[in-house]
């Protein structure tokens, strides 16, 4: 999102918690991965919340970022 940290916080907050429900509420095994994406990006967005307050540069953080933004959501989306 890039506005804040507060919004990043927010939005990521609540986009996990739809992640949560959605994966609550999977009745087969093959729709998991399209239920958990929410939840996968809420916690890219609190993620980026951390990298927005520790003033980005490398870090846990931006690696943690990073690796979801490049090889794990390329690939989850497809699949599920």
Request: aromatic fraction near 4%.
């Amino acid at each position: 999102m890039c506005w804040s940290t507060a919004a990043d916080l927010m939005a990521g907050t609540v986009v996990a918690a739809v992640g949560v429900v959605c994966v609550a509420r999977v009745r087969r095994a093959r729709d998991l991965p399209v239920a958990a994406l929410p939840l996968l990006l809420g916690a890219h967005q609190l993620i980026e919340a951390a990298v927005r307050d520790a003033g980005g540069g490398c870090g846990p953080a931006t690696t943690a970022w990073a690796v979801i933004a490049l090889p794990v959501l390329p690939v989850w989306v497809p699949l599920g």
